[in-house]
T-cell receptor, first 116, second 114 residues
Framework: NAGVMQNPRHLVRRRGQEARLRCSPMKGHSHVYWYRQLPEEGLKFMVYLQKENIIDESGMPKERFSAEFPKEGPSILRIQQVVRGDSAAYFC??????????????FGPGTRLTVL | SQKIEQNSEALNIQEGKTATLTCNYTNYSPAYLQWYRQDPGRGPVFLLLIRENEKEKRKERLKVTFDTTLKQSLFHITASQPADSATYLCALDMGGGSNYKLTFGKGTLLTVNP
C-alpha cells in the first residue's frame, strides 16, 4: 500500500511564476491536509480538504494561494506569482476519516519549493 | 493562539542512555498531543498520540507523559540507538472544535552517539 505521494519533490521557480504542487493521498483516504514548513520554523497548517470540498482554509494566505481536491486525481496546491518568501517545504498529509478524537495523519515526503 | 516550545533545538546523548524531550504549551488545553519523527528531507512520521485524559502511554522503547496541569509532555526513548537520531516534533490540536488542525513545535534534533 503506497504511502502519501507528492510531486515534484523539488521545484524551482522564478519570482512571478506559478507553482503547482501535487499530492496523492494514501489509498482509501479521503481527507487531505497541507502544511508549510519555513526554514527554522515548525510546520504550519494551511488547508484541510475532502473530495471536492474545502473544509478549512484558515491557514492559507489570503492571496495567491489556492487548493483543490477534485473527485478524480490528486490534490493540488497552487501558488500564483511566487515570491522569495514562498520558499519552503510543503507537506501533504492524509487520513482515512475525520480526526474527531485525534487520529494520526500520514505525511508525504514533501515538495521543496525554491523561488529565485 | 496556541504556542508550543520544545525544550532545546538539539540534544546529544550516548548510546544506551535514555533521551528525554520536553514539549510545553500555553493557552488552551489540547484534546490530544502527538509526537512525530522527522528525518532530513522526509515528511514527519507518526509515533505516539496521548489524549487529555491519559497520563502516560508506551510503545516499545518509547514513553510519553502528558501533564495538563503543567501543560507539558515528556517524550522518552529508552536504550537509545544511533538509529534514533532524528528530529522529534510535538504536535497539538488547535482546539476550538478543529481537532484536525495540528500545530507543531520546531522540533528537537536528537543525536545518539555510538
Amino acid at each position: 500500500n503506497a504511502g502519501v505521494m507528492q510531486n515534484p519533490r523539488h521545484l524551482v521557480r522564478r519570482r512571478g511564476q506559478e507553482a503547482r504542487l501535487r499530492c496523492s493521498p494514501m489509498k482509501g483516504h479521503s481527507h487531505v491536509y497541507w502544511y508549510r514548513q519555513l526554514p527554522e520554523e515548525g510546520l504550519k497548517f494551511m488547508v484541510y480538504l475532502q473530495k471536492e470540498n474545502i473544509i478549512d482554509e484558515s491557514g492559507m494566505p489570503k492571496e495567491r494561494f489556492s487548493a483543490e481536491f477534485p473527485k478524480e486525481g490528486p490534490s493540488i496546491l497552487r501558488i500564483q506569482q511566487v515570491v522569495r518568501g514562498d520558499s519552503a517545504a510543503y507537506f501533504c498529509a492524509s487520513s482515512p476519516k475525520d480526526l474527531i478524537r485525534g487520529n494520526e495523519q500520514f505525511f508525504g515526503p514533501g515538495t521543496r519549493l525554491t523561488v529565485l | 493562539s496556541q504556542k508550543i516550545e520544545q525544550n532545546s533545538e538539539a540534544l546529544n546523548i550516548q548510546e544506551g542512555k535514555t533521551a528525554t524531550l520536553t514539549c510545553n504549551y500555553t493557552n488552551y488545553s489540547p484534546a490530544y498531543l502527538q509526537w512525530y519523527r522527522q528525518d532530513p528531507g522526509r515528511g514527519p512520521v507518526f509515533l505516539l498520540l496521548i489524549r487529555e485524559n491519559e497520563k502516560e502511554k508506551r510503545k516499545e522503547r518509547l514513553k510519553v507523559t502528558f501533564d495538563t496541569t503543567l501543560k507539558q509532555s515528556l517524550f522518552h526513548i529508552t536504550a537509545s540507538q544511533p538509529a534514533d537520531s532524528a528530529t522529534y516534533l510535538c504536535a497539538l490540536d488547535m482546539g476550538g472544535g478543529s481537532n484536525y488542525k495540528l500545530t507543531f513545535g520546531k522540533g528537537t534534533l536528537l543525536t545518539v552517539n555510538p
